[in-house]
T-cell receptor, first 112, second 111 residues
Framework: SQTIHQWPATLVQPVGSPLSLECTVEGTSNPNLYWYRQAAGRGLQLLFYSIGIDQISSEVPQNLSASRPQDRQFILSSKKLLLSDSGFYLC???????????FGNGTRLTVT | SQQGEEDPQALSIQEGENATMNCSYKTSINNLQWYRQNSGRGLVHLILIRSNEREKHSGRLRVTLDTSKKSSSLLITASRAADTASYFCATDARGTDKLIFGTGTRLQVFP
């Protein structure tokens, strides 16, 4: 069966520090991969999505970047965090377009 | 701007009552999906309805889709305290690979 792992679960980082959040999927190949951010009590904002290695689309101009070094690995990064980067970050995968998303348990990021 | 908007933003009911949540969207879609999120957790997929379908059932869930009005509704029948969560609709704009989520409805079911 397929599983998705996202870590860390919580993270407290000072302003200006770098960020690296990892997400890996097991049990499937060539998944679509997604990074979403959720502000407290709000909906999900799509940050990045990838339909394959070296195929990453950015949805919102921001202080973040994404990479997909392996087929089932998706990394969210920042060189210098801002206070506004605080939020709940969710990684997800789907088998193909128009199919359901499967989410990780999320990373709660607090930038202080 | 967001593809989907849910209403109400919050809903409080007693156990046994039905809960209805609505979702509106803006562009043509291939399908519409509903998800549930328990506090502080990832989202869980509930049901998917395709653009050529009008109604779909899954257990106590009933979803309707009206593409002419660009709207959908999620009905949870005979609600339980364990149904307390936030519920989101999500749509894929035709010709894209991305799934856009609405703002969500926070459902509170009191025992």
């Amino acid at each position: 069966s397929q599983t998705i792992h996202q870590w860390p679960a919580t993270l407290v980082q000072p302003v200006g520090s770098p960020l690296s959040l990892e997400c890996t999927v097991e049990g499937t190949s060539n998944p679509n991969l997604y990074w979403y951010r959720q502000a407290a009590g709000r909906g999900l904002q799509l940050l990045f999505y990838s339909i394959g290695i070296d195929q990453i689309s950015s949805e919102v101009p921001q202080n973040l970047s994404a990479s997909r070094p392996q087929d089932r690995q998706f990394i969210l990064s920042s060189k210098k965090l801002l206070l506004s980067d605080s939020g709940f970050y969710l990684c997800a995968w789907s088998q193909h377009n128009n199919s359901p998303l499967h989410f990780g348990n999320g990373t709660r990021l607090t930038v202080t | 701007s967001q593809q989907g908007e849910e209403d109400p933003q919050a809903l409080s009911i007693q156990e046994g009552e039905n809960a209805t949540m609505n979702c509106s969207y803006k562009t043509s879609i291939n399908n519409l999906q509903w998800y549930r999120q328990n506090s502080g957790r990832g989202l869980v997929h509930l049901i998917l309805i395709r653009s050529n379908e009008r109604e779909k059932h899954s257990g106590r869930l009933r979803v309707t889709l009206d593409t002419s009005k660009k709207s959908s509704s999620l009905l949870i029948t005979a609600s339980r305290a364990a149904d307390t969560a936030s519920y989101f609709c999500a749509t894929d704009a035709r010709g894209t690979d991305k799934l856009i989520f609405g703002t969500g409805t926070r459902l509170q079911v009191f025992p």
